[in-house]
């Protein structure tokens, strides 16, 4: 499993709990055994932050601004003299892309095999099956199959093709695992069949693919792949089909989106994601400024001997330094909180039940009520015995009872806010929502302090509500600021937050929020959230003024349409249907 990444002393030593494993090549393990890395959350340094910052602008222009990309790559390149492996087949498979008319045929073959072998032994091609590699190697094994069909080795290429395709069922990755590679192995299979005059068969692994993306709610690779249906559905004669003409309307509809977003249509797309990963220095600093503590206070131990040196808490809180193990939950337990590098989002050793959580949440946000208790009984059955008394596990129940049965009428919104606060009290100090500034708070923390929010919003405390949601908002604009994107609970709380903006009639705050909502929101994979920002967006400018941006609000509404059809999110779909009138 550590092949390639890691030494096995090290692996050891990080299983004794002698050292830490980074975040890049523990998501890089978990993917190799088939683990999406979102069913946990995780505290990392600031340069780990950055350094996937700096990959993605990279990402970001590798297709459409070459220069841009060469020039960040080479400097991404000389401020990591030292490479991981995981890096720098990173780095190849980007060089790939960017020389990919430039180099010859034999030259590109070779980098493609280089970028595999960082961290895959050599005999991978006759062993694909039995080997344990994750969606990035696997990529960087389609660039050796594109290689060959530049070389006319079309049977070589189809073999490999062929395995590489395969390897995720054999290998049993669950839907959400699959999304990450499925997009990637389809826009080079239709390349190959249309080469092997079976175009066809290219459709239909697309078509597949982009049934896997629609289900998960992700634009990994979505607008190439629309567009490549479009084409090759177009050759099929099927450009009269209601099929084919759903594509269009669904390409054109992420063009909207993309210009005036200003986000290119054509990107790479880094595997996994960033959204519950936090910034060790920003957590600690937030915890200490809301306890209204100073930095030599937190640096003495209960029997008053200093434990942490000031000036080197100081570089901590700046990003400059990363904290021991030892040292860090020293300071959090210190400070109120049980917080370690790695936490999965219920207290669990259970893949599945961590998978089904997730499957609730996807349900709750698509607002499927019925399948999300559904599913939480299902997950009941999973727990051991011993694991219900665990805080995350009784709150996450808890929550997710008393939202259904609110959205079921079965208890009204003071039981509900009751419950709320009841499940909050698991995990968080409730007196720590009097305190001037939020302490960190973890991903389903912030969803219950915004529903509770939400519920003063709907009981008409307007003024209670609006004190939370600036609250959380201030959390939550931070995080967004510095890693340019969206994590579910930001969505969800800023989502909420102009719900309300707009009810008190703030309509150009709202429109604030919900456009940068939007813009971070488009620099993730995950889409669950769009058709609610756009249409928010269009209801905005019609209250702002409807005749001076008519043409905004119409675009913005079309697009909405078409997003909750590709999310198929029938309540919304119906809802904007009897909206399109006006």
């Not at 960087?140 to 189809?158: G, H, Y």
């Not at 390409?251 to 909207?256: D, L, P, Y």
């Not at 008190?504 to 609610?532: G, P, R, T, W």
């Not at 269009?538 to 999310?567: G, H, L, V």
Request: aromatic share 10%; with cysteine; glycine share 4%.
């Amino acid at each position: 499993i550590v092949s390639g990444v890691i030494s096995r002393r090290a692996f050891l030593d990080i299983e004794k709990g002698k050292s830490v494993l980074s975040r890049e090549n523990w998501k890089f393990l978990m993917h190799r055994i088939g683990i999406v890395t979102d069913y946990f959350e995780t505290v990392v340094s600031r340069k780990e932050l950055k350094d996937w910052r700096c990959r993605e602008d990279i990402c970001l222009s590798v297709r459409e601004d070459c220069k841009k990309a060469k020039k960040l790559l080479e400097e991404y390149k000389n401020s990591h003299i030292k490479m991981s492996n995981i890096e720098r087949q990173f780095c190849l498979k980007i060089e790939w892309l960017l020389s990919r008319n430039e180099k010859s045929d034999e030259e590109l073959y070779k980098l493609s095999k280089d970028a595999v072998c960082c961290t895959v032994q050599e005999d991978w091609k006759e062993n694909l099956s039995v080997l344990y590699v994750g969606p990035e190697e696997l990529e960087a094994m389609l660039l050796v199959v594109w290689s060959l069909l530049k070389k006319n080795e079309l049977m070589d290429a189809f073999r490999l093709f062929d395995k590489i395709q395969r390897y995720p069922k054999i290998h049993n990755w669950e839907p959400r695992m699959r999304e990450m590679i499925c997009a990637q192995i389809a826009l080079i299979g239709i390349k190959l069949y249309e080469r092997m005059q079976k175009i066809d068969i290219g459709y239909k692994i697309g078509m597949e693919s982009l049934e896997l993306l629609r289900q998960q709610s992700s634009q990994r690779y979505a607008y190439p792949l629309l567009a490549e249906l479009v084409r090759i559905g177009i050759m099929l004669e099927k450009e009269k089909s209601e099929e084919l003409m759903q594509f269009q309307k669904f390409q054109k509809a992420f063009e909207i989106v993309y210009e005036e977003n200003k986000i290119p249509y054509m990107r790479v797309w880094q595997c996994g994601s960033i959204e519950n990963s936090y910034d060790v220095g920003m957590v600690l600093k937030r915890m200490r400024m809301a306890q209204e503590k100073t930095q030599e206070e937190v640096c003495i131990d209960e029997k008053g001997f200093s434990f942490l040196n000031v000036r080197q808490l100081s570089r901590i809180e700046k990003g400059e330094n990363r904290p021991s193990t030892e040292n860090f939950q020293f300071l959090t337990r210190k400070m109120g909180r049980e917080l370690d590098w790695i936490m999965p989002m219920l207290e669990t050793d259970s893949i599945e039940v961590l998978s089904m959580r997730q499957d609730i949440i996807y349900a709750i946000g698509m607002r499927q009520w019925k399948k999300a208790k559904n599913i939480l009984e299902q997950l009941k059955t999973k727990i051991r015995a011993e694991d219900y008394k665990e805080p995350q596990i009784q709150q996450e129940i808890q929550f997710i009872e008393a939202m259904y049965e609110l959205e079921a009428n079965k208890i009204t919104a003071c039981e509900a806010e009751k419950e709320y606060y009841e499940a909050l009290s698991y995990t968080f100090e409730l007196s720590w929502l009097s305190l001037e500034e939020l302490p960190f708070i973890r991903s389903e923390e912030g969803i219950i302090i915004s529903n509770i929010a939400d519920i003063y919003h709907d009981m008409g405390n307007l003024k209670k509500s609006e004190e939370l949601f600036e609250k959380l908002s201030s959390v939550y604009q931070k995080k967004q600021m510095f890693l340019k994107t969206n994590s579910s609970a930001s969505a969800i709380i800023l989502g909420q937050y102009s719900r309300l903006l707009g009810d008190i009639m703030n309509y150009k705050k709202a429109l604030y929020i919900d456009s940068v909502n939007l813009q971070y929101e488009l620099n993730d994979f995950n889409l669950i959230h769009i058709e609610n920002l756009l249409y928010n967006q269009a209801w905005a400018y019609y209250e702002i003024d409807r005749e001076q941006n008519s043409q905004k609000i119409q675009r913005k509404f079309w697009a909405a349409q078409r997003f909750a059809e590709f999310n198929r999110k029938e309540e919304l779909i119906n809802l904007l249907k009897m909206r399109e009138n006006k």
